[in-house]
């Protein structure tokens, strides 16, 4: 048996596809090459969101900050620096992306650039401490996360290009359910065997193992067969943004899916404040990161496959089921300390992250199908990037939100995310289905 025939049958067994395969919104080239192109992109996205778990703003970097002796208030701007570097400067790059036929490669060279941030920054976990280790480290992850930017443009219309509508959730659950069960590993490997290990060596692995996978990943997605593009259309920035602001103003439905994006941006943004807490009510022994990074590993495993599912359903009514778990539990994560002492442990506290973490993954995969399917082809990219870039303005807002938490207190702060997660909840309701 061939190796295409082999993916064939692997992707009709995995999707329920049957032999007369349907290649929605894709042509019919791109159809006979799907198999292939799907678990390429499977693969190569295993390998990248275990470097993501790996390295991660909401678990592994508040740790590594925490064990270098860095002030807790680099701790608060982690998640903000990630989301908006990688989202503000998308509006801009769109334009030229729309420019090149072929757009795997603005996700190729920007997993390269993420892999060689995160060479620096494991030299950096290794040899420098204090305020000096957090200001290198927020200044590595910013050049890391505009890198992702570009790539978030590319990945987007590469699935557009060469999954068909209806298979593209279970392809984004395939990606998180893998990189789940080698989080899982991973994280077993933190928990045992660290006695006579350094901490600061562990983490330094951690970072470079990471910066491994990036490149590793790059390699597996400059591997898929992807059809030349439009490249009519090609607009300057300023164009781009004359464009996107008639259909912000012309779109009701895009501005509500934006609104909505931005309000799910409470659950990750409650994640730091999570390990904050922990590490306040159990202590900061590493072995804790090391239930907590196997927490996130399950979390993957356990829902990637019926996110992905639900999504190809319906991605819309998967955002309201989504907000609504994100209220629960961080309602449930605020109310941790007043819990009684019996429960008041690291498995308790592990099963809490691992909700919130399954909550994130629905969140990221609900927007992600919804804007694909959503987006018309030609105009993919812009609605990719008008999206981005305002959701970028979001949690830049939000910065400074968290920042309140130092008057206010973490508590507080989580019920601040629960309140904007009903009004998300709200929103979810009104959006169109597509």
């Not at 390699?219 to 490249?231: D, M, P, V």
Request: aromatic share 10%.
């Amino acid at each position: 048996m061939s190796q295409q025939t082999l993916a064939s049958k692997a992707y009709e067994l995995i999707t329920d596809e049957g032999e007369e395969r349907a290649c929605e919104a894709i042509s019919e080239r791109a159809c006979k090459e799907t198999p292939g192109n799907f678990f390429k992109n499977v693969f190569s996205g295993a390998l990248s969101k275990f470097a993501e778990q790996l390295v991660s703003p909401g678990t592994t970097l508040p740790w590594i900050l925490s064990a270098l002796g860095v002030p807790n208030a680099f701790t608060g701007a982690l998640v903000p620096i990630k989301d908006a570097g990688s989202l503000l400067p998308q509006l801009f790059v769109s334009a030229k992306i729309r420019a090149y036929a072929i757009r795997k490669w603005f996700w190729v060279i920007p997993a390269l650039v993420q892999a060689l941030a995160l060479v620096t920054m494991a030299f950096v976990v290794l040899g420098t401490e204090g305020s000096a280790a957090g200001v290198s480290i927020l200044s590595l992850l910013l050049i890391f996360s505009l890198a992702s930017g570009v790539a978030s443009i590319s990945f987007k219309d590469v699935v557009g290009k060469t999954v068909p509508k209806g298979k593209r959730g279970q392809l984004l659950a395939m990606r998180s359910t893998i990189g789940g069960i080698l989080t899982l590993i991973g994280g077993v490997y933190i928990l045992q065997d660290l006695e006579g290990e350094q901490d600061q060596n562990l983490l330094f692995w951690l970072v470079m193992g990471g910066a491994i996978l990036w490149i590793l990943s790059a390699l597996l997605f400059s591997l898929i067969t992807e059809e030349k593009g439009a490249t009519e259309g090609g607009r300057s920035p300023v164009n781009e943004l004359k464009n996107a602001w008639k259909y912000w103003k012309e779109d009701s439905n895009l501005r509500r899916f934006i609104f909505t994006r931005g309000l799910l941006m409470a659950i990750p943004l409650a994640q730091p404040f999570f390990v904050v807490l922990g590490k306040e009510e159990l202590g900061s022994e590493v072995n804790n990161l090391g239930i907590m990074v196997i927490a996130a590993g399950i979390a993957n495993i356990v829902s990637s496959p019926f996110w992905g599912r639900f999504a190809d359903q319906s991605s819309r009514k998967l955002m309201v089921w989504v907000s609504v778990l994100g209220m629960v539990n961080i309602s449930l994560m605020a109310l941790f300390p007043f819990w009684p002492d019996s429960l008041q442990n690291i498995y308790v506290f592990a099963a809490l992250f691992l909700i919130q973490v399954m909550a994130h993954g629905g969140a990221r995969l609900s927007r992600k199908t919804y804007l694909v399917d959503f987006a018309p082809e030609k105009e993919r990219p812009l609605y990719v990037s008008l999206s981005n870039t305002m959701i970028g303005i979001f949690t830049l807002l939000a910065a400074g939100l968290g920042s309140l938490s130092s008057f206010f207190g973490v508590k507080v702060m989580l019920f601040v995310f629960v309140g904007l997660l009903g009004i998300g909840l709200f929103l979810a309701f009104k959006l169109k289905e597509v």
